[in-house]
């Protein structure tokens, strides 16, 4: 068994009920803890300050879905107890592929979401490789697949690493967990 916590990232005040569900939506999975109504339900302020519960060690999908008629949308973050442990979420965008190395070994053209632990493998590289170099090339990481707001970084290959603080066995996460890979247009060559 292991504790994982679902969060909503948004306060939305519209979300009144919602059930939450491991694997798929059927009743047999449906998750409870002490804080939920007898028919299953949440609140959507306890979907924002954090709902944890005990699952099978193989679960690693959850579903919300809205009791009530619900015009925003939130998306639930599984976050371990483990420190060490944290979900990062890389994406390709239109114009290249990702390898990924650190905890798993992976190649992709979309977006993928990483489960890296940080006590197994203390780093993680990813690498963006435009599909046509001559065409594109690599021109940042941000935290959106708009690219809006402030970029993260330019380097390629990134490295992401926790940094520790004097005293604390624990990492220090400082760095964001979503990475969206822009390409920036060079002109076709012939």
Known sequence: ????????????????????????????NLLT?????????????????GLRFEVEDSVTEFITVSVTKCTNTGRGIL?????????????????GTLRIIGSVERVTSSTVTI?????????ITVTATAN????YVFDGWY????????????????????S?????SEGIYSFPNKFYAKWKYIGAYS
């Open 115 to 123: 489960r890296q632990d940080f006590s197994t493998s203390p780093s």
């Open 1 to 28: 068994m292991k504790r994982i916590e679902i969060r909503n990232t948004v306060n939305s005040a519209d979300i009144q009920k919602v059930k939450i569900y491991h694997t798929e939506e059927i009743e047999d």
């Open 164 to 168: 520790y603080s004097q005293g604390y």
């Open 132 to 135: 046509n170099q001559y065409i």
């Open 33 to 49: 803890n002490e804080l939920s109504a007898i028919d299953g339900t949440f609140t959507g302020q306890q979907l924002f300050d």
């Open 143 to 162: 935290t959106n697949p708009e690219y809006e707001g402030s970029i993260i970084s330019r380097e390629n290959p990134l490295t992401i690493a926790p």
């Open 79 to 95: 976050i371990e107890d483990n420190l060490d442990i944290q979900y990062i979420t890389f994406g390709a965008g239109d114009e």
